[in-house]
């Protein structure tokens, strides 16, 4: 899993950063909405897509 999460100051607090570049590539409000944004990112590396 080449993402993690790092709680920052902010209004959106939690960081999406790649661990391979250290770039944040994303932010969330919530540690759950960030994982799920994780969780989205991994699977459209792998082909997922949705249905819309």
Known sequence: MPYKIVRR????????????????VGSSASKESARKSINARNAGKHGWHGTR
Do not use: C, E, M, W
């Not at 100051?9 to 944040?24: F, H, L, Q, W």
């Open 9 to 24: 100051a902010g209004p959106r607090p939690y960081k999406i950063v790649n661990k391979d570049t250290g770039k944040t």
